[in-house]
């Protein structure tokens, strides 16, 4: 692998990919983050998947953020993050809950009745 890729999640939180893996098996990315956020809070999902949706140019739904860690105290996060070639591929393979939660904010919007 190359050098790691950096990006920039928001104005205080930065990261790098340290290993990226093409799973041509399921059409999938594979993405190994370590987010630095030194005197923030760790980073939402929802703009961890924007960043990763932009840079990877694939729409947010085939975004999956699998896990965030963050150990206490510390302002470095390593996260795991998936991105599918299509969205039925996606339904297929990712539990239903993280595909929810990732696609949470969409849905809230809405009027609710009750």
């Known amino acids: ?3 790691a890729q950096q990006i920039k999640v928001s104005e ?11 799973n041509k098996v399921i059409n999938r ?6 987010l630095f ?10 703009d961890l998947q924007k960043t990763i949706a932009s840079l990877l140019r694939y729409p947010e739904e085939q975004v999956v953020i699998k896990e965030i ?8 996060s390593d996260a ?4 599918y070639s ?13 595909l ?6 969409k849905k809230e919007g809405g009027e609710q009745n009750g």
């Open 100 to 105: 929810k939660r990732g696609n949470k904010a």
């Open 1 to 3: 692998m190359s050098q």
């Open 29 to 34: 990315k594979e993405l190994h983050l370590k």
């Open 86 to 98: 299509e969205k039925e591929i996606a339904e297929k393979f990712e539990p239903k809950y993280l």
């Open 12 to 22: 205080k939180v930065q990261g790098i990919i340290e290993k990226s893996v093409d």
């Open 37 to 46: 956020h030194i005197g923030v809070s760790t980073p939402s999902r929802k």
């Open 80 to 83: 795991l993050v998936v991105a």
């Open 69 to 76: 860690r963050t150990s206490y105290g510390s302002g470095i």
